[in-house]
């Protein structure tokens, strides 16, 4: 079958781990009276009709069935009509089929452009489309269209992973490392995966294969409110399931406001956006707090933390969080000293709290200073 494609698609990379084994034959095409374009605030691309528009794309020639069931399961599952459209090659009309919106939507100015896609969204692309097709059983329209966002997530994670200062650690090289043996992931929201992993030992060998399971989580930003002129932070408090499931008997954790990144967010952003979503703040600066992996015995979960300046005027506990988002959460607004003495007495439980009221203990001083 000939497929027409007019965006992310169109990149040879990303075409192949979506459409998987088989021959990827490409043919300059255009469709007119179309055009593509970003959309509002995205760099998705759009096409719509335009009049006199000449939509660039290329043809997939000859794609076999596996290849059109991965590519139905990619597009189908985001409201694509799947159907036949003539476009124009160097070598005259042809048909082919294609995956078109039917639903309008806002655009941003301009024609979209692969090669500025390509630039920052390639990797995550593929990556995404890689755990995609490590689903088995493939999931059906609806639970695929719930569990994009976290696949993307995901996705951006593994894109911003880089390699930290290492001046007293063990510098890895590529091989090291390696995972092989890995069998596919189960769960949907959260994932979970089992898998063989050797790697380079202190005296120079190589460990045996290691059975090991791990968690696979996401990034997330955490930020730690500060008013440094009233000398107040403010804290979270929400029933949490994890201690609920250590049988502990008080699940109600006191923590920092946190979310997950989203994809094509930046942790800086995703700090703003929940200290606005959770506690209706407007963060005036942000203090960057350093980055770590919550338990990497075990799980990908990395935490970007921030201390942010703010106005916290009230002094009493108040309610937050979005309700259609499931959030039931009491902000508590304190004395930076009754914060600590929180935690001295053991009541604030969560390492992020923790971790980030010493780093202000550290750094309390300057901020105060410079306001």
């Avoid at 309008?104 to 452009?113: C, K, N, Q, Y």
């Avoid at 791990?214 to 107040?232: N, W």
């Avoid at 989203?262 to 350093?290: M, Q, T, V, Y």
């Avoid at 338990?295 to 309610?319: E, K």
Wanted: glycine share 8%; proline share 8%.
């Amino acid at each position: 079958m000939d497929l027409f494609v007019y965006g992310t698609l169109k990149s040879h990379s990303l075409m192949a781990a979506v459409a998987g084994p088989g021959p990827l034959t490409p043919m300059p095409a255009r469709l007119h009276e179309y055009a593509v374009y970003p959309l509002a605030g995205n760099v998705v691309p759009f096409i719509a009709p335009t009049a006199g528009g000449r939509a660039q794309g290329l043809v997939w020639q000859g794609l076999n069935a596996a290849q059109m069931a991965r590519l139905d399961a990619y597009e189908g599952a985001f409201g694509y009509s799947f159907g036949p459209v003539e476009v124009q090659t160097d070598a005259g009309p042809r048909i082919a089929q294609a995956y078109l919106p039917h639903v309008d939507m806002a655009t941003g100015v301009g024609e979209w452009s692969l090669a500025d896609w390509e630039a920052g969204h390639l990797t995550p692309a593929v990556l995404a489309a890689q755990e995609l097709f490590s689903l088995d059983p493939m999931p059906d329209y609806g639970q695929l269209r719930a569990m994009w966002p976290m696949i993307e997530a995901r996705a951006w994670a593994k894109f911003r992973a880089v390699a930290a200062p290492a001046t007293r650690r063990f510098s890895a090289s590529a091989d090291d490392f390696t995972v092989v043996n890995a069998e596919p992931p189960a769960g949907q929201f959260f994932r979970f995966q089992r898998t063989k992993v050797s790697h380079r030992q202190f005296d120079g060998t190589r460990s045996d294969l290691l059975t090991r399971e791990g968690f696979l989580g996401v990034d997330a930003s955490v930020i730690l409110p500060y008013d440094p002129v009233r000398d107040r932070v403010l804290l979270v408090e929400q029933a949490r399931l994890g201690p609920a499931l250590r049988r502990d008997p008080n699940p109600w954790m006191l923590e920092p406001i946190a979310g997950i990144i989203d994809a094509r967010e930046s942790p800086r952003d995703a700090a703003l956006r929940e200290a606005e979503e959770e506690a209706a703040l407007s963060i005036k600066s942000l203090e960057d707090a350093g980055a770590f992996y919550v338990s990497p015995g075990c799980s990908t979960d990395y935490f970007y933390m921030f201390v942010g300046v703010c106005d916290l005027p009230h002094d009493a506990p108040y309610l937050g969080g979005l309700p259609d988002e499931a959030e039931d959460l009491r902000l508590h607004p304190m004395s930076f000293d009754e914060a600590m003495d929180l935690a001295d007495q053991g009541e604030i439980a969560t390492g992020p709290a923790l971790y980030l009221l010493y780093w202000l203990l550290r750094h309390r001083d300057r901020l105060r200073a410079a306001v």
